[in-house]
Every structure is written in C-alpha cells, then in structure tokens.
C-alpha cells in the first residue's frame, strides 16, 4: 500500500507562484496531479514516470512544472504565472507502471488534496 501526503497549497494573487509536494511512503512509478474546482469534475494536470517522462494538460503547458525527487520519493508541482482559474483542490496521485494518459481511472493511489486559491 502506498500512502501519499500533500503539502504546499494556498492562498495566492493571479501571476503568481505556488509549488506543491506530495512525498510517497512507497514504491510508485508514475506520480501524477490532478485538481477540481467547485462544481466541477476532477482533471488532470501533469504527471511523470522514470526519470523526465512527462505529460502535461494544455491548459497549464508553459506555466508548470512536475518533477521528482526519486531520492526522496516525492513529486513537486511548480506553478507559475497562476489565474484564478487554477483555482481547486489539488490531488496527488501514483501508479506502479508507467503512464502516459491523465485519467484518474488509472491510479489507484490519492492523497487527501490540498487547497489553492488564486485571487484576482
């Protein structure tokens, strides 16, 4: 069993930055973050397996950044240049395979989310 714990949300004004970390308590391989904003169905944002290997939804290319610490078991969310938009509770969450899709289906791990707030 994997457990995964967030941290790094906020409050914060639009252009600016946050950045999330999610440490793992065991083995995964791809690690990936999803959000959803009230009223809305939960998406995914980005996720990576092996050592680079990312994916990225159009609506947050260019504006942030998923990485890893293998050493540390952990997945980071870097994200810049926030709208209020981004707005949304931001999920955590990890497979044991690779993975080259965002559908939530396909993991079988979650952290209990952490709130970002963008202000306008």
């Known amino acids: 069993q994997v457990q995964l714990v967030e941290s790094g949300g906020g409050s914060v004004q639009a252009g600016g930055s946050l950045r999330l970390s999610c440490a793992a308590s065991?083995?995964?391989?791809?690690m990936a973050w999803f959000r959803q904003a009230p009223g809305k169905e939960r998406e995914g944002v980005a996720s990576?397996?092996?050592?680079?290997?990312?994916t990225y939804a159009d609506s947050v290319k260019g504006r942030f950044t998923i990485s890893r610490d293998n050493a540390k078991n952990t997945v980071y969310l870097q994200m810049n240049s926030l709208k209020p938009e981004d707005t949304a509770v931001y999920y955590c969450?990890?497979?044991?395979?690779?993975?080259?899709?965002?559908?939530?289906?396909?993991?079988?791990?979650w952290g209990q989310g952490t709130q970002v707030t963008v202000s306008s």
């Open positions: 065991g083995y995964t391989y791809c």
């Open positions: 969450a990890a497979r044991r395979v690779y993975c080259i899709t965002l559908q939530q289906a396909d993991f079988g791990y």
């Open positions: 990576i397996y092996g050592v680079s290997s990312t």
